[in-house]
C-alpha cells in the first residue's frame, strides 16, 4: 500500500515551451503532497505543498508563476513548468501524505520526474 | 530553522564490512526522524522511522538506527552489507506540529566486493 506515482518518468523539451508532470496516489487519498527539486549529487528541495482544494504554499525563492501547482482532487496533484529554460533542468520528486491517526502522518514518495531542457 | 547533517558524502566499503552512515541534526523539541534510499534514477524508498517509544529502530533488510536526543543524531548502521545496499542515503527531519521534511545532503554508500 501507499504507492504514489509520477507521469512522465522522463522528459525533454525546448526552452521556452510548458510542462506538466503528474503525481497520484494510487491507493490512499492525500489531501496535501509535496514538490521537491533534487539537483544532481544534491539533497531534495521543498518547493511547494500542494492541498486540495486550495492553493500551494510555496517556498522561499521559488516562483510561483513559473511552477504552477494544481490539486484537484485528493489523488492527482499537477507541477507545470512554464516557460522552461535549461536551469530548470532536475529532478522533480512529489510525496503524498498519508495520515496514520492521532495526529501521525507519514510521506510517500512518487519515482521522479526527470525534466531536461534543450 | 531545522538542519540535518550527514558529515560523510560518499562510503565505500566492502561487502560482508560493517557500515554506519551519520546523521545529525540541529535541537528541537520534538522530532521525527527518518532515514530514506535512493537508487539510480528513482525516487525515495523510506527505510525507516523513529516517531516515538523505542529509541532503536530496525528496517526489514538489516539496517538499524538509533535515536540519541543528547546528541541529536541519529545514525544508520548494518552489520553486514549487500553489493545490493549500494545506493545514496538520505537522513530527514520533521519537526513536531510541521509537516515539512528537512533532508541532508545524503550519503552515497558504495558496497565492493
Known amino acids: 500500500g501507499a504507492v504514489v506515482s509520477q507521469h512522465p518518468s522522463w522528459v525533454i523539451c525546448k526552452s521556452g515551451t510548458s510542462v506538466k508532470i503528474e503525481c497520484r496516489s494510487l491507493?490512499?487519498?492525500?489531501?496535501?503532497m509535496f514538490w521537491y527539486r533534487q539537483f544532481p549529487k544534491q539533497s531534495l528541495m521543498l518547493m511547494a505543498t500542494?492541498?486540495?482544494?486550495?492553493?500551494?504554499?510555496?517556498e522561499q525563492g521559488v516562483e510561483k508563476d513559473k511552477f504552477l501547482i494544481n490539486h484537484a482532487s485528493l489523488t492527482l496533484s499537477t507541477l507545470t513548468v512554464t516557460s522552461a529554460h535549461p536551469e530548470d533542468s532536475s529532478f522533480y520528486i512529489c510525496?503524498?501524505?498519508?495520515?496514520?491517526?492521532?495526529?501521525?502522518?507519514?510521506?510517500?514518495f512518487g519515482p521522479g520526474t526527470r525534466l531536461t531542457v534543450t | 530553522a531545522q538542519s540535518v547533517t550527514q558529515l560523510d558524502s560518499q562510503v565505500p566499503v566492502f561487502e560482508e564490512a560493517p557500515v554506519e552512515l551519520r546523521c545529525n541534526y540541529s535541537?528541537?523539541?520534538?522530532?521525527?526522524l527518518f532515514w530514506y534510499v535512493q537508487y539510480p534514477n528513482q525516487g525515495l524508498q523510506l527505510l525507516l522511522k523513529?516517531?516515538?517509544?523505542?529509541?532503536l529502530v530496525e528496517s526489514i533488510n538489516g539496517f538499524e538506527a538509533e535515536f540519541n536526543k543528547s546528541q541529536t543524531s541519529f545514525h544508520l548502521r548494518k552489520p553486514s552489507v549487500h553489493i545490493s545496499d549500494t545506493a545514496e542515503y538520505f537522513c530527514?527531519?520533521?519537526?513536531?506540529?510541521?509537516?515539512?521534511?528537512?533532508f541532508g545532503k545524503g550519503t552515497k554508500l558504495t558496497v565492493n566486493p
Open positions: 510525496s503524498a501524505r498519508l495520515l496514520r491517526g492521532q495526529g501521525l502522518s507519514e510521506q510517500y
Open positions: 491507493d490512499f487519498q492525500a489531501t496535501t
Open positions: 500542494s492541498n486540495e482544494g486550495s492553493k500551494a504554499t510555496y
Open positions: 535541537s528541537s523539541v520534538s522530532v521525527y
Open positions: 523513529y516517531l516515538s517509544g523505542s529509541t
Open positions: 530527514a527531519v520533521r519537526q513536531g506540529g510541521s509537516e515539512k521534511l528537512v
